[in-house]
């Protein structure tokens, strides 16, 4: 069993930065492969990085890619977001997810065995 929660959202301005933190619980986090996705009202929660098991590797949607940053510490449990560059359509709320099955994060969201409560973030224009 995995429990994961997210800190770091907030209001942002267009144009400004937010980092995004996920806390896992339990000794086997460097067992997971770690995503974030978000999802707002009325769409379905669509992938938008993802981290291997040991860091080694990363991926990003084309919407983030360039202006984002994911990283994990398997010694503290915890997997950040680094978000620059934010754009008025990146509001929604963000979620931390955790695989056990994979060693490369999968982008669908049927995939993944664990989730937190998610964490809002509200980019103005």
């Known amino acids: 069993q995995v429990q994961l929660l997210e800190s770091g959202g907030g209001l942002v301005q267009a144009g400004g930065s937010l980092r995004l933190s996920c806390t896992a619980s339990?000794?086997?986090?460097?067992?997971?492969?770690m995503a974030w996705f978000r999802q707002t009202p009325g769409k379905e929660r669509e992938f938008v990085a993802g981290?291997?098991?040991?860091?080694?590797?990363?991926y990003y949607a084309d919407f983030v890619k360039g202006r984002s940053t994911i990283s994990r510490d398997n010694a503290k449990n915890t997997m950040s977001l680094q978000m620059n560059s934010l754009k008025p359509e990146d509001t929604a709320v963000y979620y931390c997810?955790?695989?056990?099955?994979?060693?490369?994060?999968?982008?669908?969201?049927?995939?993944?065995?664990?989730w937190g409560q998610g964490t809002q973030v509200t980019v103005s224009s």
């Open positions: 997810a955790a695989v056990r099955a994979f060693a490369a994060p999968p982008s669908t969201r049927e995939r993944y065995d664990y």
């Open positions: 339990g000794r086997t986090f460097n067992n997971y492969a």
């Open positions: 981290i291997t098991r040991s860091g080694g590797s990363t």
